[in-house]
């Protein structure tokens, strides 16, 4: 009302003008001036999607996209709660479409309510069978009920849908992980840097996947490829812990030398990681070499002041030769 207001105000200034250009000349102004009246008053419901939704709702109930966009509001700011209201108020206006259906399982997968997730997924599915995120996100729920099997199925579909998907080659390649397939794993990994030149943790996980096939090379270029795109990546760390495991794994297997070099290699990889220097101790003890294992034990002490246990190996080993 208050635009109306100023708009007869301007119309009542324009009679006193009686030259038809002067009139034209006003009336433009007068228009201008009401929808800058307007439009200022829309401000306070524009500043978020959240006021911008609501206030659509409020005027149309059966708005279900505007339902849907406010449960994805919700959904950014981490509220899956009243994101799933939304989601099924959406479902509930319009029950043969796949969107409201599609958020409401990904609501659900959020809540970890993966049965629901999957029920919903399958409406989706039902309507539209080539839906893309809808193959992705099945998958993705299969993953996390660590049926991994399952989820390579749905993501090599979204493939068949949609070749090139980086995010489906990247979830394939996390299944495979996940079930020790390092070759696969490292294959699909790869596929999807090759769609996204800058995939950080594809360029992670793909190190990881060469780690543990042994190809030491290729993990290195990864990281560094890793490194490139995300200075501060958390790649080399991650490797050189593996390559210490792996260590550990073969000196439980009675296979000491093995052990040694993958120790050496994650100190190679990571100069800073003091567990590195720690374990080359213990082998180079096992080994009666007992000067090397102070060596190592004195560079843990001299990245980590604090480790105790290699405090107590140089004290234990204090004079020996």
């Known amino acids: 009302m208050a635009g109306i207001g100023i708009f007869i105000a301007a119309f009542a200034l324009i009679e006193r ?4 250009e002067m009139r034209i000349t006003y009336v433009t102004i007068a228009i201008c001036i009401l929808f800058t009246g307007l439009t200022v008053a829309r401000i306070p419901i524009w500043k978020n999607s959240l006021s911008l939704w609501t206030d659509i709702i409020a005027k149309d ?3 279900a996209d505007a339902f849907t966009n406010r449960g994805q509001y919700y959904e950014s700011i981490n509220d899956y709660d009243k994101a799933f209201l939304d989601f099924s108020e959406s479902v509930r206006l319009e ?3 796949p969107g409201g259906y599609h958020n409401r399982a990904v609501s659900y997968f959020h809540k970890k309510d993966f049965a629901l997730a999957l029920k ?3 409406r989706v599915l039902d309507i539209d069978p080539k839906h893309t995120d809808a193959l992705v996100n099945r998958g993705a729920i299969y ?3 660590n049926q991994n099997d399952s989820a390579i199925f749905y993501y090599k579909k979204a493939l ?3 070749p090139g998907l980086a995010k489906a080659y990247y979830n394939c390649g996390a299944a495979y992980f996940n079930m020790k397939d390092f070759s696969s794993a490292a294959f699909n990994f790869k596929k999807a840097t090759e769609y996204i030149s800058d995939y950080t943790d594809a ?5 990881l996947s060469n780690t543990n096939l042994f190809k030491f090379e290729e993990a290195e270029f990864a990281i560094n490829a890793s490194e490139k795109y995300t200075p501060n990546s958390a790649a080399r760390t991650m490797v050189s812990n593996e390559l210490i495991q792996l260590g550990n794994a073969a000196y439980r297997n009675g296979k000491p030398d093995e052990a040694l070099n993958l120790y050496t290699e994650s100190a190679r990889i990571m100069p800073s990681n003091a567990e590195a220097y720690f374990n080359l101790g213990g082998i180079y003890l096992m080994k009666k070499e007992i000067l090397k294992a102070r060596e190592n034990w004195q560079k843990t002490l001299s990245l980590n002041p604090n480790h105790a246990e290699a405090k107590n190996w140089l004290t234990r080993t204090a004079g020996a030769k």
Do not use: G, I, R, S
């Open 17 to 20: 003008f009686p030259k038809q």
């Open 120 to 122: 919903d997924n399958q």
């Open 203 to 207: 360029y992670t996980y793909l190190a």
């Open 61 to 63: 109930p059966t708005a």
């Open 160 to 162: 068949e849908v949609t």
């Open 95 to 97: 029950p043969n479409k």
């Open 143 to 145: 993953f996390n009920m």
